[in-house]
Structures are given as structure tokens and as C-alpha cells.
């Protein structure tokens, strides 16, 4: 590192303050902080720059060898002049980033407490980085560990330290491969777990998610080769999970989650699936094996047709009878697949698995479709408690007409509901295409008794000049809604970005 080079000088140069400083009188108010403070700095800046510091002082050299945590980039221990042009991810040399990391952990004066890892050739040199992690993992004293493998050709294997580490609060990663061997002896007091990009089998998974028995915090973003997640989490609070494919996601003893986020996008497998997906990768396979693995196309395809949705999607809502927010995002290639379930969506869930803590729902998905109609009725008549609704029309060519007052009025049947329920609001992307605020929309507003709200947004670009006639029209039939609630507040308001999820 250049700290490195220059620390002879680093002896001989010790100035004196400038003499008009002291003339002044100038507080060094730098050296005033006290190490948790310059720490907290440093952190905020790359670890070449923090390491540069060393040569302010004799302070200063100690003050970054107890720097608690570590950030590393791929750029991390790139030359000053080399023309990675600010590009985090561009690697000069890889033997002189481990050989940089190697004397930074050398000239250490205390255990590392947190460390962010992110680089491409930590399967090439895996047994390079286990040794890492096992001295890391070692000192009794990490809490915090995020492992970024970007190199997307293959998987990093999580070397078995990790799983052994007593000492985790918070493990990050990216691009790795689980799959613990033996016993798992440490996680006891991880509090949060982020998967993303992960490969694991049904097994591993659940062995892993089982273990962290503090866990508070469990995000899955696109796990591949496992169907199955089984959560068995007692003091899990927020659960965030999105995929690419079908999952069934169980949760026999619900814990008490304050926040549930699902979301299940099913364009582009070419894009999202890979050859992890596929429960033979282990095996020989001949070449013409190997090409319709390779088909992620056709592979989706048959994954869709052999995955019962609805049963999914109900075993997972069973597991939330003490959640208090919901957040769904089904995306329209989903409505298409859930389609394809030969049973039907039931109107409500069993009684001693209703959604009894739900306070607030948020739903993005084509609520014109009759299946996830269905589904939205089956949520209402499950949430007696709810008193938030939220829903972003997902619309595209080809939707269905928008459901009438008359199709809800069939599907929703809540006293409970309908004597909570305070404030609704509603995105839809095609305010002038068929009235399609007049169904749930209008229903609720004539039957939800104690409703506050309803407020129906559209994204400003809709209404353009010629459109003024139509957007009074919409306004006037709003206002003439017969209303359960007589101090129910309408509103008809453009919005000037997209809702996202």
C-alpha cells in the first residue's frame, strides 16, 4: 500500500505547528476526537485513503490498525495511477490485492469487528481466502461479515468457518454456494441474514435458516436450486423475499413479524435462471443433456407446469396470522402461471390461520384477473384487523375488463373488514381505459363503514389537455359513489413518479 512505502519518512517528518498557527492560538480539533469518532470517519472512506492517514502522526498509524471494520473493493489495492477511472469493480492485480490485504491484516492491532469483501477471484484462490476467514472467523470478535463473489461463472462455497463463527450478528452474501458439512456449531447470535444469489439445496437452506434461532432479519433475493424454504425462526420480525421461479415458503409456528415483503417476477428466464437450478448439476451429463439444461426457456416452462401456485401461495399466507404488514408483488407472467393450477383459491383461510395482526396490506399485481381477484378476496376476508390497503394496478395488453362492483360484492364478505378499514389508496395506469376504479374501488367506499380515505392515484402523464373533459367526468362520477362512511374523503390526485415496490 502507499502508506507502506512512504513510512521511513513518516519517522523524519514530524512539523511543528506553522508558527502562525500558533500565533493564533489554532486548536488541532482532528486530534481532539477520541478513536470511536475517527473510526467512524474513516469508515466513510476507502481503505487506500484511510490507510494514508498514518502519516499524520504518531497517533494515527495505530488509530487505522484498530480500525474496526474493513471495506474491500476490487479497486481497493489498485496503484493511485492506475486508469481504473473511479470503476470500484476493476481490479489491477490480483496477487497484489492479496498481498495488500494480507499486510493490512498483518499490521493489525486489533481483531476485525466488521468487513465487507467483494471480488472475482475468490474460487481461484479459494484456499487462500478460507484462510482468510478462518483467522478472521477465529477471533472471537467478528460481529458483522458481507462476502460479494462477483464473479458470475460460478459459485463461491462459503468455507465452513463462517458456519462456525459464535460471534455473528450480520451475514451478508452474494453469489455464494451453501453447503455446510457436518454439524453447524456457530450462527446462535445472528440477528440478519441476506441471501442473495445464493445456491443451496432444500436441506442446507433450512439447516441454516434453523440454526439462527436470534434471527430478526431474513432477506432472500433469488435462490437457486432450492424449491422449498422452510422458516423456522421464532424471533424472525421482517421476512423479504423475491424470485425469479416458484418457491413454496412454510412457516409452521408463525413468528412475530412486523414486516412481510414477497415478490415473484417471472420474465426473462433467460436472464434470471442458470444451470444452478437444476437439481442434476452434479452429475455427467452428455452434450444434448447439457443443451436443454441450458434452455432456460423450456426449463421455466416445465417448472411452471409442474408447481401448484395457489397451494403455494396459500401454505405461505398460513404462516402470517401475527404479521402486521404485508407487502405482495406478482408480477403479470405470474397471473399467466397461476393459471395453470388446477385447484381454485379459496375465499378465505382456515379461522386459526387468519391473518389476525395484518394492519396494513400492500398489493402490486392485475387485480382484474380472476384468480388473483380471488386471492385479493381470500387476503380482505382473512385481515378482520386490516385498516391500510394499498394497490398498484399491474396492467399490460391483453388484461382483463376491469371486475364490477358486482364481482366483489360475491367475493367479499368481512364484517370485520369492513368495521376497520380506514384508509385505502389506489394506482392505476389506465385512469380513461374502462373505469377501473369503479370496481373494488367503489365497493369498498360504499361498504367500509368507518373509512377515512380512498384516494385513487394516476401518474400525471395521463392527463394531458385533451384529456380535461374525461378527467372532470371521472371526478364528477367519484363524487356521486354512494358511501358507507359519511366523513369518507375522495381524491382523484396525479402523481409524478411511478410506485415501486
Not at 318 to 345: D, F, I, P
Not at 459 to 470: F, R, T
Request: hydrophobic share 40%.
Amino acid at each position: 500500500m502507499e502508506q507502506e512505502r512512504t513510512q521511513p519518512a513518516t519517522k523524519r517528518v514530524r512539523p511543528s505547528p506553522p508558527p502562525r498557527a500558533l500565533a493564533a492560538g489554532v486548536e488541532d480539533r482532528l486530534s481532539a476526537l477520541d478513536d470511536a469518532t475517527l473510526h467512524a470517519i474513516l469508515a466513510r472512506v476507502p481503505l487506500r485513503d484511510a490507510a494514508a492517514t498514518a502519516v499524520l502522526s504518531r497517533r494515527w498509524p495505530r488509530v487505522f490498525a484498530t480500525l474496526p471494520r474493513l471495506t474491500l473493493r476490487p479497486a481497493t489495492f489498485n496503484r493511485r495511477g492506475f486508469p481504473d477511472e473511479g470503476d470500484d469493480d476493476l481490479c489491477e492485480d490480483p496477487q497484489r490485492w492479496m498481498d495488500g490485504l494480507r499486510r493490512v491484516l498483518d499490521a493489525r492491532a486489533a481483531p476485525v469487528a466488521a468487513l465487507e469483501i467483494d471480488s472475482r477471484f475468490m474460487g481461484v484462490h479459494c484456499d487462500w481466502f478460507n484462510k482468510i476467514f478462518r483467522m478472521l472467523c477465529g477471533n472471537k470478535v467478528l460481529m458483522e461479515l458481507s462476502v460479494a463473489n462477483t464473479d458470475y461463472t460460478e459459485c463461491y462455497t462459503l468455507p465452513f468457518p463462517v458456519y462456525s463463527c459464535t460471534t455473528l450478528t450480520s451475514l451478508d452474501l452474494y453469489n455464494c454456494r451453501l453447503q455446510p458439512a457436518g454439524c453447524i456449531t456457530g450462527l446462535l447470535l445472528l440477528r440478519s441474514l441476506r441471501l442473495r444469489n445464493v445456491t443451496a439445496t432444500d436441506a442446507d437452506l433450512c439447516r441454516m435458516i434453523r440454526r439462527c434461532s436470534a434471527m430478526e432479519h431474513l432477506e432472500i433475493h433469488d435462490v437457486h436450486k432450492a424449491r422449498n424454504i422452510n422458516i423456522h425462526a421464532p424471533c424472525l420480525k421482517k421476512l423479504v423475499i423475491y424470485s425469479y421461479r416458484p418457491l413454496c415458503i412454510s412457516m409452521k409456528k408463525p413468528p412475530p413479524l412486523d414486516m412481510v415483503r414477497l415478490s415473484f417476477s417471472y420474465g426473462y428466464p433467460e436472464h434470471s435462471w442458470s444451470l444452478q437450478d437444476t437439481t442434476d448439476t452434479d452429475k455427467h451429463c452428455t452434450i444434448h443433456e447439457m443443451e436443454e439444461m441450458l434452455d432456460y426457456k423450456k426449463m421455466a416452462e416445465r417448472e411452471h407446469q409442474q408447481t401448484n401456485e395457489i397451494k403455494n401461495m396459500t401454505t405461505f399466507l398460513r404462516g402470517l396470522s401475527s404479521a402486521k404488514k404485508l407487502q405482495l408483488h406478482l408480477s403479470t407472467e405470474y397471473s399467466e402461471v397461476v393459471s395453470m393450477a388446477k385447484a381454485s383459491m379459496r375465499k378465505s383461510l382456515p379461522q386459526k390461520s387468519c391473518l389476525i395482526g395484518l394492519q396494513s396490506l400492500s398489493l402490486t399485481l392485475d387485480h382484474n384477473h380472476e384468480v388473483l381477484a380471488t386471492l385479493v378476496s381470500c387476503l380482505l376476508n382473512s385481515s378482520p384487523n386490516l385498516k391500510e390497503l394499498r394497490i398498484i394496478e399491474l396492467r399490460h395488453l391483453g388484461s382483463p375488463a376491469p371486475l364490477a362492483v358486482g364481482f366483489w360484492e360475491t367475493q367479499i364478505k368481512a364484517d370485520g373488514l369492513l368495521n376497520h378499514l380506514s384508509s385505502v389508496t389506489f394506482y392505476t395506469d389506465s385512469l380513461f381505459e374502462g373505469h377501473p376504479c369503479g370496481g373494488i374501488c367503489k365497493f369498498l367506499v360504499m361498504n367500509a363503514r368507518v373509512l377515512k380515505r380512498m384516494r385513487i392515484e394516476y401518474h400525471h402523464s395521463q392527463a394531458q389537455p385533451e384529456h380535461a373533459k374525461k378527467l372532470e367526468a371521472a371526478r364528477r362520477e367519484l363524487h356521486h359513489w354512494p358511501r358507507a362512511s359519511a366523513d369518507v374523503l375522495l381524491e382523484l390526485t396525479p402523481v409524478y413518479r411511478f410506485p415501486y415496490f
